[in-house]
């Protein structure tokens, strides 16, 4: 029974830290907010290389969150963190991580998210780039 326990618990302890919104970090709708424009804002792009390298996000650091646990020590402490993100469950974890090690995490964006009405069908035509 108390193995069984144990399961249940690690079970909800990764369903939280992966699906469950961080509460007080908004998502950053749009590039033109102010948060972008200030120079006290380091942008933390934690998405994979090859598709970071194919949306540039001007000065982002590019730190893959499969890299994030080996050199958040590169960060700046000092200054306040955008993440940028390919999904919700990339955001989720990396802001857990990045505020478990005491930096202050102001929002996140994700640049991808498909907006209401639009429709995406994951197929890439040839004549697309």
């Not at 650091?61 to 940028?84: E, F, G, N, Q, T």
């Not at 505020?99 to 040839?126: A, E, M, W």
Request: charged residues 25%; proline residues 3%; aromatic residues 10%.
């Amino acid at each position: 029974m108390s193995f069984l326990m144990i399961i249940i618990s690690i079970s909800l302890l990764v369903l939280y830290q992966r699906y469950i919104p961080i509460w007080g970090i908004k998502e950053l709708r749009e590039r033109t907010t102010g948060l972008f424009s200030r120079k006290d804002v380091v942008f933390l792009d934690t998405r994979d290389y090859q598709t970071s390298c194919k949306d540039k996000m001007g000065d982002a650091h590019c730190l893959p969150l499969s890299y994030l646990k080996r050199h958040y020590a590169d960060l700046p402490i000092d200054k306040d963190i955008i993440v940028i993100a390919s999904d919700q469950i990339e955001s989720n974890l990396s802001i857990r991580f990045l505020t478990k090690k005491n930096f202050r995490v102001v929002g996140y964006y994700l640049p991808n998210k498909i907006k209401k009405g639009d429709h995406h069908y994951g197929v890439q035509c040839s004549n697309e780039k």
